[in-house]
Nanobody, 124 residues
């Protein structure tokens, strides 16, 4: 399966972006799709995840209320709506697919397919 992340760009602080993650080769059925980000010089960190079956969502504490993850079953696509963006949100954002148990959705090691990343830059 190949994951294609898109939607990144340059935005001013307080602005919004919507990232998309589309799968090709197979569907997300039975999987969990997560968004991670890697700020410059830092490790990759969990942002949000959604279980394809049922749609349960999970968020990192710092993103709750600002970011919304959703899925479009017909388009086999997961979205990350990011509002009230801050300069510290600047990072390369990656989508990933895996089958983690609920308590492991935040672990990078739980995901075995990764997209190529899309750059998000928030200017102050």
């Amino acid at each position: 399966v190949q994951l294609q992340a898109s939607g990144g760009g340059l935005v001013q602080a307080g602005g919004s972006l919507r990232l998309s993650c589309r799968a090709s080769g197979r569907t997300f059925s039975g999987r969990t799709v997560g968004w991670f980000r890697q700020p410059p010089g830092k490790e990759r960190e969990f942002v949000a995840a959604v279980k394809w079956s049922g749609g349960s969502t999970y968020y990192a504490d710092s993103e709750k209320g600002r970011f919304t993850i959703s899925r479009d079953v017909a388009r086999n696509t997961v979205y990350l709506q990011m509002n009230s963006l801050k300069p510290e949100d600047t990072a390369v954002y990656y989508c990933a697919s895996g089958s983690p148990i609920t308590t492991s959705v935040e672990r990078r090691q739980s995901y075995n397919y990764w997209g190529q990343g899309t750059q998000v830059t928030v200017s102050s």
